[in-house]
């Protein structure tokens, strides 16, 4: 893995924790959805950032969360995801 690899890893982890912040009935709210912007990673380089909330099938009702995070003028990219079931 690259060093660039591991900027765009820690990256996507911190956008992940972000994204599963959320309160359950939020993130009801806005599955689907997806967004993607610009930002700038540490180093000061452009990426661009994409977080996804779809619905799992498996178990039935949980959402799928997921962050890229990718350089473009690199052609390289990260991926986190967390799997997040209903309150029981």
């Keep these: 893995m690259a060093v660039n690899d591991d900027e765009l890893r820690v990256m ?4 992940l924790a972000s994204a599963v912040s959320l309160k359950w ?3 009801r709210r806005v ?3 997806g967004d993607t912007f ?3 990673a540490p180093s ?3 990426v661009e950032i994409e ?11 949980a959402v799928l969360v997921e ?8 052609r390289t990219g990260v991926e986190a995801r967390a799997l997040l079931a209903p309150p029981a």
């Design 12 to 15: 996507a982890e911190e956008e």
């Design 31 to 33: 599955t689907p959805w």
């Design 51 to 61: 977080r996804r909330y779809i619905w799992a099938h498996d178990p039935v009702g």
């Design 38 to 40: 610009e930002g700038f």
């Design 44 to 46: 000061g380089r452009t």
């Design 67 to 74: 962050v890229e995070v990718r350089d473009r003028s690199n």
């Design 25 to 27: 009935a939020e993130i």
